[in-house]
């Protein structure tokens, strides 16, 4: 499946501001931040689990859990587009 990509800003005008800024600015661009406060071990560990979590639950879970949960899931989609 691939990526989602990240959402647009609401506001037009900031990248708008942010394209003319790096078009018309002659300084070298801000570096960003390698270390924003987390632990890169922590991170990538948190990485990880997020990576198997759903395929490892899915394979501890009964054939008839996982009916029940997708039921459920497909349930909850359709009240909220008929709106019962």
């Known amino acids: 499946m691939p990526k989602r990509s990240s959402k647009l800003p609401r506001d037009v005008n900031k ?32 990485r990880l689990g997020g990576l198997k979590g759903g395929k490892a639950r899915a394979a501890k879970l009964s054939r008839k859990r996982l009916s029940e949960i997708a039921r459920s899931a497909a349930n909850k989609r359709w009240q909220k587009r008929t709106g019962d």
Request: aromatic content about 0%; glycine content about 6%; charged content about 20%.
């Open 15 to 46: 990248p708008s501001k942010s394209i003319v800024d790096k078009a018309t600015s002659s300084a070298a661009p801000e570096p960003k931040a390698s270390n924003d406060g987390k632990n890169p071990a922590a991170v990538a560990l948190g």
